[in-house]
Nanobody
């Protein structure tokens, strides 16, 4: 069982930045593929960014060049640096941890981008 706790969400204006953090309660953090997904009102949940146990990263086309995912295995934490935020980035952002058998999800943190 892995528990994930996200933090760092909030309200920002277009063009501003936010950094999300996700702390994992597992001693095997380094072996998990970590990711961030988001869900806007009335829309399906979509993957935003992922980082493998080897540090290889993947991004949705909509966030490439603006978002950066990183991990600190010593702190059991994954981050999502979000720059140049747009109103369409408004959503609840969820952290997830995946191994070959299961995917664990956090409770989510709200990000609102509005002027």
């Amino acid at each position: 069982q892995v528990q994930l706790v996200e933090s760092g969400g909030g309200w920002v204006q277009p063009g501003e930045s936010l950094r999300l953090s996700c702390a994992a309660s597992t001693s095997s953090f380094s072996r998990y593929r970590m990711g961030w997904s988001r869900q806007a009102p009335g829309k399906e949940r979509e993957s935003v960014a992922q980082i493998t146990s080897l540090g290889i990263t993947y991004y949705a086309d909509s966030v490439k060049g603006r978002f950066t995912i990183s991990r600190d295995n010593a702190k059991n934490t994954v981050y999502l640096q979000m720059n140049s935020l747009k109103p369409e980035d408004t959503a609840v952002y969820f952290c997830n941890a995946a191994d070959t058998a299961y995917t664990y999800w956090g409770q989510g943190t709200q990000v609102t981008v509005s002027s």
